[in-house]
């Protein structure tokens, strides 16, 4: 079942905390320097350090916030690491749970790794808490509002915005921020749009956080639970509110052909976890599928930003930090993109994103082949049970720390 996840929850965190809005009071026919399109981590981290230096900038998702997202709910060392170099970051408020362990399971075995500067975090909280430092920073936001590109002119770049309650507003902007994640490159004009390069074998992305108090997944640890028909894999956490949240990657030809909860019991039973409470009940969101990239990552006045740049399969948990990242690499070419457009800034943005997050992802492809792979993952995880020194390689991939190591396996 799709449908918009944790609506209850979200209406009641909406009451008692609403996301800070500062909204224009006149915003059709306005000029602004930066137009940023996505609310989430990168959009509003781009947003925070274009507007804490002084540019005029208007901050826009298509929905309200804060709300929900599929996503891991895991913030990693580059994560923590690339918030580090947000202006204010001191002041921003969120809850986290330390994760120290994560349990890779494929069929009757596991192996249990220790990990480090690892937290979990609710991303309706987290992306509402970026979008309200962004505002404390100067950007003005507009929540509600869809957006659409539209030409380019010798100084702007015309952006349309339609909102939920039939308003509409034609703004202009002197550089835009495409951060709107997977596949928003398609909100360029279809001359503009670049071509996506999608991988084959690439996976789907659904996820749900559900009311499971039970014990079977403890707080502090990430359960990683992989098929050994070629479904996919699991990932489970513990939320600071004591929710779990279950993201998961499975294969296009699994979910169409039963329900995404169907698919996820099989999952885990095939990796023999436990099924928590509420399962067939829950009401997934999906992504497109997740390993791919636009050939071009922008065009006149515009730059694509985190996951819209590109994206893989995020099984090492990182894929928050990767569009961090990714924002603070962008803030100092789309203030450039400001005073003076020049056609090479997309190319420059294409060389700093690869230097930024591109051996990342390569190195998550090669954990998520070996250990998230059809058939591969069983003998992989027996061969770590036996032999712990060979997991070296995947454990530096999810923790860089020296002395990072297998704790049991089972």
């Not at 997944?217 to 050994?228: Q, W």
């Not at 997309?346 to 090669?366: F, N, P």
Request: charged content about 20%; proline content about 5%; overall charge positive.
């Amino acid at each position: 079942m799709l449908a918009r996840a944790d609506d209850d929850y979200l209406e009641a965190r909406r009451r008692v905390e609403p996301a800070l809005s500062n909204e224009p009071t006149h915003l059709d026919g306005s000029e602004w320097d930066v137009g940023v399109i996505g609310a989430g981590p990168a959009g509003s981290a781009v947003a925070t350090q274009l507007a804490a230096a002084g540019h005029r900038v208007l901050l826009t998702d298509k929905q309200r916030m804060p709300r929900a997202k599929v996503c891991g709910g895991c913030l990693g060392a580059v994560g923590h690491e690339a918030l580090g170099r947000i202006e204010g970051v001191s002041e921003l408020r969120f809850r986290r749970a330390a994760l120290e362990t994560v349990q890779i399971r494929s069929g009757d075995r596991g192996v249990r790794l220790s990990i480090g500067e690892r937290a979990a975090i609710d991303r309706a909280e987290f992306d509402a808490a970026l979008t309200d430092h962004a505002a404390r920073h100067g950007a003005q936001t507009a929540f509600a509002w869809r957006s659409s590109i539209g030409p380019a002119t010798d100084a702007f770049r015309l952006l349309t915005l339609s909102h939920a309650d039939g308003r509409a507003a034609r703004v202009r902007c002197r550089a835009i921020v495409i951060a709107a994640g997977l596949g928003s490159a398609a909100l360029l004009p279809a001359a503009e749009r670049p071509a996506t390069i999608t991988r084959r074998a690439s996976r789907v992305g659904v996820g749900v956080t559900i009311e499971d108090r039970s014990s079977a997944y403890p707080a502090g640890e990430i359960v990683m639970a992989t098929s050994r028909s070629g479904d996919g894999y699991v990932g489970i956490v513990r939320l600071p509110d004591g929710r779990l949240d279950l993201a998961a990657a499975l294969a296009p030809r699994s979910v169409s052909l039963a329900s995404i909860s169907a698919v996820v019991r099989r999952v885990l039973s095939e990796a023999c976890s436990p099924v928590p409470s509420g399962l067939d009940d829950a009401q997934w969101q999906a992504t497109p599928r997740l390993t791919q990239r636009p050939r071009r990552l922008g065009a006149a006045r515009v730059l694509l930003v985190g996951d819209a740049a590109g994206y893989v399969e995020p099984f090492t948990g990182e894929g928050i930090g990767w569009a961090l990242r990714s924002a603070v690499a962008a803030a100092p070419l789309v203030a450039e993109a400001v005073n003076a457009w020049r056609p090479r800034l997309v190319d420059e943005w294409e060389k700093t994103h690869r230097a930024a997050v591109g051996g990342q992802h390569s190195r998550c492809r090669l954990v998520c082949g070996a250990v998230g792979g059809r058939l591969v993952t069983p003998w992989v995880v027996r061969a770590l049970a036996a032999a712990p020194w060979l997991a070296g390689p995947i454990v530096r991939s999810i923790d860089p720390r020296p002395g990072a190591t297998v704790l049991a396996s089972s």
